[in-house]
């Protein structure tokens, strides 16, 4: 490499810009008599007044990214923008919720500041839970601010067991994967099929494969892009990155709608034990019908149909570390759980769906756990409350 090029090299690594002419020429003169090394133009350079404001900037926005990443929502108002666009992308998210004529329920996979899960729980009837760990976003502050009785909150990094579990037991009519499956140790693709297959409809923004270091395990993005195909994908729109420096930055993101095209189904039951058909032989899993209109829960082995009721199981609530509602709202939703000759309040068996716990299958069997008071003690032993 000639000496000019390696200067102009060192002046876009350090001050993110082209060096004079004046300069190049004085640094050339300089290291090719001898007089300096190219180590010294790097101290130069490094300890530049310049090189530092930069680094500061570049810090300050690294700091400001963890602290809003979306818009900040409280009681229906935007009090605050985050750096990438939130509204643009909801606008399509709300434009496909309309289509549903009954309540929903959603799951917003690293939620971050809880935009999302937010302005769903104000447009719509259902069940919104977001899961987010990061105590940066202060996710449970501002679910408390907000006071709303439909979103609960999983504060859980999931990885990808921990997503094929809850797989297993549980189904949602929209996911959330916005920007977070790129997060995930584990093969991107496998993140995305287990996602799309716990769900009618996913969500899923990625970023954009020549995004840089700024950008988490952006060194994936090209050996594992996501195939779509079979998931009937759906572009929405396009929004910029807003992520790193000035080039980064403008890179567009793409928002996709997906589909489920398989059987919907849960896989075993919510107390824990072996797959259905593992059981009971194949096809004895239960199927999930939905469409915009209904969705019931079709029991093969038992020849029952029934409306699936929104929310999720209050153990697979607490085994995935629920923190909102709060433990002292949980054990109120227990005092006033209404009760009509219960026989099992497993906490398998009781539906959380933010504002009251709806006991099911209470016709099965007598079980020991069948007073409130028995469920309490019961958490309490069990270390889940
Ligand atoms: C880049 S932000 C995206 C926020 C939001 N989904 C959006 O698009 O506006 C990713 C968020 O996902 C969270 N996250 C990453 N991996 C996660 C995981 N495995 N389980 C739960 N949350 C995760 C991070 O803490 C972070 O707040």
Request: with cysteine.
């Amino acid at each position: 490499m000639t000496t000019r090029k390696s200067i102009r090299e060192q002046y876009l690594k350090f001050l993110d810009r082209e060096p004079e002419l004046d300069d190049l020429d004085f640094y050339c003169t300089e290291i090719e008599n001898n007089r300096i090394h190219l180590d010294d133009l790097i101290s130069i350079l490094k300890n530049s007044d310049e090189c530092i404001a930069l680094l500061k900037n570049e810090i300050g926005k690294k700091n400001s990214e963890i602290s809003t990443y979306n818009d900040i929502r409280i009681n229906g108002k935007t009090i605050s923008s985050g750096y990438r666009d939130s509204e643009k992308r909801y606008d399509e998210i709300f434009k496909f919720c309309k289509k549903f004529n009954r309540p929903i329920s959603v799951l917003d996979l690293g939620a971050a500041e809880g935009y999302f899960t937010f302005r769903l729980s104000e447009d719509f009837s259902g069940v919104f839970i977001a899961v987010e760990s990061n105590p940066q976003r202060k996710l449970l502050e501002l679910c408390e601010k907000n006071n709303s009785k439909n979103i609960l909150l999983l504060d859980k990094q999931m990885n990808l067991k921990h997503l094929k579990n809850l797989k297993e037991v549980q189904h949602f009519d929209i996911i959330l994967a916005l920007n977070v499956i790129h997060h995930f140790d584990e093969p991107f693709q496998d993140v995305l099929e287990t996602l799309v297959s716990m769900s009618s409809f996913c969500f899923m923004e990625h970023p954009n494969v020549l995004e840089n270091d700024s950008t988490k395990n952006y060194h994936r993005l090209q050996s594992e892009t996501l195939h779509l195909e079979k998931f009937k994908p759906q572009l929405l729109n396009k929004t910029q990155s807003g992520l790193g420096n000035s080039i980064n930055k403008k890179l567009d993101r793409t928002l996709w709608l997906l589909e489920n095209t398989q059987p919907k189904t849960i896989d075993r039951g919510w107390r824990g034990t072996s797959k259905y058909d593992e059981q009971f032989g194949p096809d004895s899993d239960i199927k999930i019908k939905s469409n915009f209109d209904e969705i019931s829960v079709d029991y093969g082995l038992r020849d029952e149909k029934r409306n699936w009721i929104p929310g999720i199981d209050l153990r697979t609530f607490l085994e995935n570390n629920g923190v909102y509602p709060t433990n002292h709202e949980i054990l109120k939703l227990i005092d006033d759980m209404v009760l009509d000759n219960a026989q099992d309040l497993g906490p398998h068996n009781l539906i959380l769906n933010g504002s009251c716990l709806f006991p099911i299958d209470q016709n099965d069997k007598l079980d020991d756990v069948n007073t409130k008071e028995k469920l309490k003690d019961f958490l309490n032993k069990s270390g889940l409350l």
